[in-house]
Each structure stands twice: as structure tokens, then as C-alpha cells.
């Protein structure tokens, strides 16, 4: 069969692997190693696993010839040792800790995990050949593992909640980790979704909604994001966002408290703002048109916040894209605006959430 190797690539891509660094030593006791995603368990009784090399690697007759190999499962933050093992023409261990392991092949430190085998069988597979390990030691940290898919790294974590996060006086505050969590390890593929556009994730603070994480794209609205900045509640995306779909008496507070602030400055509201949270209240999500250069990023920008909710039914974060003007329309019904709050209502349902009837009947005509 003639496949594009590109295009099968990508399918094959859709399935998350770990990263592992597999190392061996020759005869002469140099030591080798290389990335590779092609780990898998093979059987408990005898504990065999196994993992596959590219015959055309540099380093394939050593581990064809040696007698030994350590399968290092990378830990969350060692993305540099991964990226430093997958290329050629270096020294792979410069400025790697490791220590001698049976047989003297090196183990990486700061792992999630090791595995120490002894190579029992290598099969042809393909432009691959197949090691089989029979597993004589291992050892396994508290690090979270480094995942791989869609030709990126990315974070694992718990897709079971374990209940619904904290709240403090009514509305989802900084220590709802697991929360954060969830909307983070979802920002990577929700900014293909709405096509590379800046993404970020807010909760409620102690000083109101406030930017955790930013997912900049491959087109970044501006070199000017930063995280723990505070937003506007009247003014900005994210914070109509919670000031609509929040019924917390502390948001209510905040609101009038910044109301009156802009009314002692001259700049009295007039009754936009109740205009604007009855437009997200209908629409689902809320959004922020731009007039004039945004002080913070320098151009003008348009933006969309949509909210997540938990099983209680309390928003417990928002999911908001900016982005400059001309590539992001203001339409409520835009491509944008519906990927964005399909999105937030699957991180909804992941949480626990129901979406009732009347709601879901919007949400068909919106999408």
C-alpha cells in the first residue's frame, strides 16, 4: 500500500505516547542514548516491555550488539533531555546527571521512572527493529510523566476530578489546582481549534478575575502577555464573563465598587455595561470590541470569554481569546466565538456539569 507519510504520520500522531531515553553502553564502554515514544509493556510474568529503533540511526548497532538497556520515562519537566537525546551529532550526555546502573549502563536522574533490562530479542520491524527487555530493576519517582502527541510535548493529568473544587465566598478562587488543571492541558488543542489565536485561562482571585495561563499561538496578539494580571470587570472579555455568568455576591461587590470608580473618574457606564451582560447572557459567552489600541497590547483587539462551569453549576474559570481586530471578527455566530464556547462546554461536562434543556437548545442554534 502507498501511504503519504506525512498524512500517516499525523493519524498515528492522535495517539498520546510517553517520551522515554533509552540508553545502553558498547564493549568499549561508551555510552549511547535516544529518544523514543515506541515503549510499550509486553507481559507482567516474565516483566518483558519493549521499544523500537530506526535501523538508520546512528546509534542502532549499539543497541543491536549490547547486552543491556535502560528505558528512562522522562518526567514532566525534562523536555530539554528529551529534545537533547532526539538530536545527532552532539554529546547527548553533556550536562546530563546520571549514575551507573547493572552492567554499568547509564540511568537518568529526575525521571518519572526506570526501567534496567537485560535485551532478551530484536525482531525485524519495517525501517525498525524491535528490542524485548526483561525488566531486572526499577524505579519510579512522585514526577509527573512527559507526554507526546500531535508532533508536540504535552502534561498528563487526572481526567477524574474526585469531586468539585473549592470555592471561597461563592466563586472559584486560585486554589481550585485541579480546576486549572483541566482548562490547561486543554488550551493547546482548543488554540487549533479557533486557529492559532492567543487563548488564556482566567479564575476568580483575590483581586477578581485574573489571568493563570496563556496558550500565546502561533500568531501571539502581542509580545505583552503575562500571567497574574487582573482584568477588568466591566470593560474586558473575561471579566463580563464572570460579572454575567457568576452569581456570587463578591462579583456583584466588585462590580458596583468599579462602577463608581469609573463614574468618580468621569467615565460614567450609562447603562453599556447592562447592555453588554444581557448580549453574553443570551449569546452564552461575552465579548469585548476594540475601538482603539489596546493599552496592554498596543494594537486593537477583539475578544471573546466564555465560562466553565462545575457540577454545582458555579463558574469556576473563563476561556477567552484575543486577538487583533482584523483577524478576529466581532460576530456573535463567527467560527472563532462557536469554537470557543463549544470548547468551554466540553470542559463543563468534564467536570461534572449538566447542560440543561433550555441551554442546550441555544447552544444548537449558536453552533
Known sequence: MNFDSKQLRQVLGAFPTGVTVVTTIDAAGQAYGVTANSFSSVSLDPPLILWSQSNTSSSHAAFRDAER????????????????FARSGIDKFKDITTHAGLGGVPVIDGTAASLECLKVAAYPGGDHTIFIGLIERFKRSD??????????????FAHDLGGTVGVDNGVCNLASIEAVRLGSAALAQVCEEIGQRTLGLAVW???????VRWEPSKNPVSPYLQTGVVVSLTQSATGLAFATFSDSPEVKRRIEE???????????DTGDFERRVAE??????????GKAPSQRHQVTVNAFSAPVF????RMVMAL????????????WYGEVPCALLGAARRLSAR?????????AAQAIKTE
Not at 323 to 329: G, H, I, M, P, V
Not at 351 to 359: D, E, I, K, L, R
Request: charged share 15%; net charge positive.
Open 320 to 331: 477567552s481569546t484575543t486577538c487583533q481586530a482584523d483577524r478576529l471578527r466581532s460576530d
Open 143 to 156: 514526577r509527573g510523566s512527559l507526554a507526546f502527541a500531535q508532533g508536540k510535548y504535552m502534561v498528563t
Open 351 to 359: 467536570m461534572g456539569h449538566t447542560t440543561s434543556p433550555a441551554v
Open 258 to 268: 468599579e462602577l463608581s470608580l469609573r463614574r468618580a473618574a468621569s467615565n460614567a
Open 205 to 211: 482571585g483575590s483581586h477578581g478575575p485574573t489571568m
Open 69 to 84: 538497556f535502560v528505558v528512562n520515562i522522562m518526567a514532566d519537566d525534562q523536555v530539554q533531555v528529551a529534545n537533547q
Open 310 to 313: 462545575d457540577a454545582q453549576g
Open 280 to 289: 453574553a447572557r443570551q449569546h452564552g459567552l461575552a465579548r469585548a470590541i
